[in-house]
């Protein structure tokens, strides 16, 4: 509070009671100009009467309010209240001291107040209004130049050449406008008399119009090269039928005129001879003013052919990079093919040497996660150490601050006890101060103890949060593992998916070569149509210009006509049939606009088309690259794994090398055997001449005959084995084509022994046969060991068949159940590669997880350590303390000053409550007000007023001497706190 006692001086008690002496309250106020001074109050009114009988509650008292005060040291007012009651009442400028109260009525004050409040309001409002719609406009004004800004360059183009055109068809109007305005001139002064003049003004003004159509006209025949700027030509030409519609109405006007001149031409002839000078004069300035225009708007209209020139070239040399970076394309797309195969051998050759390396990493990936593991239990067993430590500290701590507390309960009673006897014993004070300063140092062990306590606890739960972040971290790296290797899975599945997929290769191309084949007829296609458009736009031009052509041919007649005006009838008739033939020509000018109009949506939508037929195919060639790049990955990796079927391929081979020899063994067999048969045959016609044969010749010829059959059917299955033996070269020898050969070479073995058992029963036969016939012969005997020598090689022969054929079955069962085997050791080594990749993978994704962590956590620890050495310097723990203090000090400041206006403002209001007086809203009260001070101790007179007594002053002075003293120690405290906060400024850069 400001004042050190409760009681103030004569505050008001009541309308009954009178004050008991005079109240101490601060009168003046602050002047408006000059802030710094505080004006007193000279005198006090003399004469005080109310104007009303009704109180009314000038001011609320002040809310109780948990917020501090706002607070200005340039404000002098004790609330904002006070400053809107001057907003609304402003500060008028004191009475002088001898005037009476003024004639005017409290209602008439209060009326012409209502009316100025008014007028200000109506002000403000319209004010108000006024700076949003400007807001509004500003805002339009930035959306429009930053759309103009962000508008591509087409439409900005037609944007700019539609002002041009409305501004020509402005300047045309202003131009007709003047003409009719010197025609109606011109008829008001010289009466009607220069009907020959204004037909002239007429024809030029026609002739102006008719150099814009032609313009115009050319700038249409040069809208199919600038397809880009059709919008604007559709405006152009609504401004034409514009201008033919205008046309017409002046060809109307033109035919009224005409019509109305013949009704008074007799009357005019005598007035036309004296008037021919001047109508001569009039014309040769007219003509040089238009001939000065039209040489103006011909240069204009040459420029403007030779920029619609310019971008009809712009146009095809656009067209032709276009094609030239169309073919580039198609290139690039052909490199990037080659490229991209190369890529693709070259990651499936780091493919596998990553797997190579995976196994590796894989295991350093795991004794890193168990190092992880292991640190992570050492770590919670340090948490559980920490946390029980902490536990006992905490009981020691409670059990010293209940003994703080008690000890300081005691200090408390004694001290009160200690000031008790201060007021009668002054020798105990010492005893006193020793009881403080033991106070203070308890309080200061017990401060100390707090604050390591704290240090202890936030030391714990940044060890605490450490943990768990880390316990979070090991959870993220589990999960991404698990997602890693879904997406492995997926990723293999995909790669299958796209190794069967390798199969339309072949076709593919040639369906590319089809739709690049395709791609050029429709290019082909597309220029002979262009061609055809271009032949037919010239066709279109030259019909414009034989239309223009007929135009100025009309528009000569017309001016022809238009010289003989003298011929009323004839300029009549030429006059209709110039507008017929003008209609007509304005029909045809509209059916080529029309015609052109559709040859440009037929091209627009030919164009549409065209575009989306190179954008599909350019779409499905790229689709079918993927698709070769990916069936040539696919390829590659059959190519890797048909490695184990060569060598079964290769093992089979030299199984038809060995079924080979043996089959060259049995033919060399056979070779003996023929020749054997030779010399048996040799012998038998050898006994046939000699006439030795028994009765059982038949018998040996049918033997004879039976052994011819054999030997076919040995070549028979000779010619079968061969056959066999091409297949098998032939064919790819896989596991049922094995089969297939054993069963054939089986059958093949039967019938060579069916074959033996009949050989062996004919040999019988001759036997007997031989032993049979009388007289035996050295030529029989000879037979006979020839037959037997070439019985042992047969048995040989056969034998050595035999144990191939058994040898060569055990190989294909061996090599059989190897093939069984590998294909087993290929499907477990295929699936063992692929959990490999995807291990491989997942301790990428790990590796490069525990790197991204491992960096994390060092950037952590190493902001950990900075923030340390922040904490341990004595500089920081300095500024900490001076920022506390400062913000402690400025916290009171304003808590006093909160209290200190509120018991003023508390005081002020409650005084003006129990004032027995009504108040006014004259001058003096009304300040008085401002001030706190009640009027019915200002509007007393001075005989009554009680005289101030000795206790008043001697309050008065206490009250001023202490005020001195607060003062004091304000100022130093401003002092420290000023120097505080320049310490904490130079902390903060530094610390910055």
Not at 447 to 463: A, F, G, I, S, Y
Not at 829 to 838: D, G
């Amino acid at each position: 509070m400001v004042f050190g006692f409760n009681n103030l001086l004569g505050s008001p008690q009541g309308s009954d009671k009178k004050p008991s002496g005079l109240e101490f309250t601060p009168i003046g106020k602050r002047n408006g100009g000059d802030e710094s001074s505080f004006q007193v109050m000279q005198t006090y009114p003399k004469d005080y009467s109310p104007l009303s009988t009704n109180g009314r509650k000038l001011f609320q008292p002040l809310a109780e309010s948990n917020n501090i005060a706002h607070y200005s040291q340039e404000s002098g007012l004790f609330d904002e209240t006070i400053e809107d009651f001057e907003k609304i009442y402003p500060p008028r400028h004191p009475l002088p001291k001898k005037q009476t109260r003024s004639p005017v009525t409290r209602r008439g004050l209060i009326g012409a107040e209502d009316d100025a409040g008014i007028a200000a309001k109506q002000l403000e409002e319209t004010i108000k209004e006024l700076r949003l719609e400007n807001y509004g406009w500003k805002i339009k004004y930035k959306e429009l130049r930053r759309s103009l800004e962000n508008m591509p360059q087409l439409e900005s183009d037609v944007r700019r050449a539609n002002i041009e055109l409305t501004e020509q068809v402005v300047t045309l109007k202003q131009q007709i406008q003047q003409l009719k305005q010197i025609n109606q001139d011109y008829v008001n002064n010289k009466e009607n008399s220069d009907v020959a003049t204004i037909v002239e003004e007429k024809n030029l003004a026609i002739q102006q119009l008719n150099d814009e159509i032609y313009r115009l006209k050319k700038r249409l025949s040069s809208q199919h090269t600038a397809q880009d700027s059709h919008r604007e030509y559709e405006e152009m030409i609504q401004e034409l039928q514009i201008e033919r519609e205008e046309l017409r109405g002046k060809i109307q006007e033109l035919e009224d005129y005409m019509n109305h001149a013949e009704t008074e031409f007799d009357e005019q002839e005598s007035k036309i001879h004296h008037l021919e000078d001047e109508l001569t004069r009039v014309c040769s300035t007219q003509t040089q003013e238009a001939s000065k225009d039209a040489v103006e708007q011909i240069h204009r209209l040459d420029a403007q052919v030779q920029e619609l020139e310019e971008k009809n070239q712009l146009l095809e040399e656009t067209n032709a990079a276009l094609e030239l970076k169309l073919s580039k394309e198609v290139r690039g797309l052909e490199a990037d093919i080659v490229g991209k195969s190369e890529l693709i051998d070259r990651l499936h050759r780091e493919i596998e040497s990553l797997e190579s390396n995976g196994n590796q990493a894989e295991q350093h990936l795991r004794m890193e996660v168990m190092r992880l593991r292991e640190e992570l239990e050492e770590k919670q067993h340090q948490v559980d150490k920490v946390q029980k430590e902490k536990a006992t500290e905490e009981e020691y701590h409670l059990l010293d601050k209940e003994a703080l507390n008690e000890k300081c309960e005691r200090l408390e009673s004694e001290l009160e006890i200690a000031r008790a006897r201060a007021s009668s014993d002054k020798g105990q004070r010492e005893e006193l101060a020793k009881l403080k300063s033991e106070h203070r140092r308890l309080q200061n062990d017990y401060e100390d103890q707090c604050k390591k306590v704290e240090h202890l606890n936030e030391d714990l739960t940044e060890r605490r949060t450490q943990i768990e972040i880390y316990e979070k971290e090991f959870e993220k790296v589990n999960s991404e593992l698990k997602d890693a290797r879904k997406s492995l899975e997926l990723a293999e599945r995909e790669l299958l998916s796209a190794r069967r997929s390798k199969e339309q290769v072949s076709s593919e191309l040639e369906h590319l070569k089809r739709a690049a084949r395709d791609y050029d007829d429709l290019k082909n296609d597309y220029d002979s149509y262009q061609e055809g458009k271009a032949h037919e736009i010239s066709q279109l031009k030259l019909k414009i210009k034989q239309q223009e052509d007929e135009l100025s041919r009309m528009h000569d007649n017309i001016e022809r006509l238009q010289n003989s005006v003298v011929a009323k009838s004839e300029l009549h008739a030429d006059n209709v049939q110039l507008a017929g033939k003008l209609e007509s020509s304005w029909k045809e000018i509209e059916d080529l606009q029309t015609q052109l109009h559709e040859m440009k949506l037929t091209n627009q939508s030919k164009e549409k088309e065209m575009d989306y037929e190179i954008e599909a195919r350019i779409r499905s060639l790229n689709n079918q690259i993927l698709d070769l790049k990916e069936e040539n990955a696919r390829l590659k990796l059959k190519v890797q794994e048909s490695g184990a079927t060569r060598e079964l391929f290769d093992d089979n081979v030299e199984l038809a090398d060995k079924v080979r020899e043996a089959e060259s063994a049995r033919i060399r067999a056979e070779k003996k055997m023929a020749k054997l048969e030779n010399e048996v045959a040799e012998l038998l016609v050898e006994l046939d001449s000699q006439q030795k044969y028994s009765l059982e010749d038949t018998y040996i010829a049918e033997l004879k005959q039976e052994i011819v059959k054999l030997r076919g059917a040995l070549k028979v299955s000779d010619d079968y084995i061969l056959e066999l033996e091409s297949k098998a070269r032939n064919r790819e020898v896989d596991q049922n084509a094995l089969e297939r050969l054993q069963h054939e070479l089986e059958s093949s073995a039967s019938l060579v022994k069916s074959q033996e058992t009949k050989i062996k029963y004919l040999e019988t036969e001759l036997q007997k046969g031989v032993a049979k016939a009388s007289e035996p012969s050295v030529l029989q005997e000879y037979a006979e060991f020839q037959l037997k020598t070439c019985r042992e090689e047969l048995e040989k022969a056969t034998n050595a068949l035999q144990a191939a054929e058994q040898k060569y079955s055990l190989q294909l069962k061996s090599i059989k159940d190897e093939k069984q085997s590998v294909e087993t050791d290929f499907i477990k080594s295929k699936s063992k590669n692929t959990q490999l990749n995807v291990e491989l993978e997942n301790t990428k994704e790990e590796l490069q997880q525990m790197t991204k962590n491992c960096k994390r956590l060092a950037r952590k620890v190493s902001e950990h350590m900075q923030a340390r050495k922040k904490l341990d310097s004595p500089e920081w723990i300095q500024f900490l303390e001076n920022e506390s203090i400062y913000f402690k000090t400025k916290f009171m400041e304003e808590f006093t000053r909160k209290s200190d206006y509120k018991f003023l403002y508390n005081y002020a209001v409650r005084s003006i409550k129990n004032s027995t007086k009504l108040l006014s809203l004259t001058e003096n009260n009304a300040n008085l007000v401002k001030l706190g001070i009640y009027p019915e101790y200002v509007n007393q007179a001075e005989e009554k007023r009680p005289k101030l007594t000795f206790a008043g002053l001697a309050k008065f002075v206490l009250a001023s001497v202490r005020i001195k003293r607060r003062t004091k120690t304000h100022l130093a405290t401003l002092r420290d706190i000023q120097r505080v906060r320049s310490e904490i400024d130079v902390a903060r850069i530094s610390f910055s």
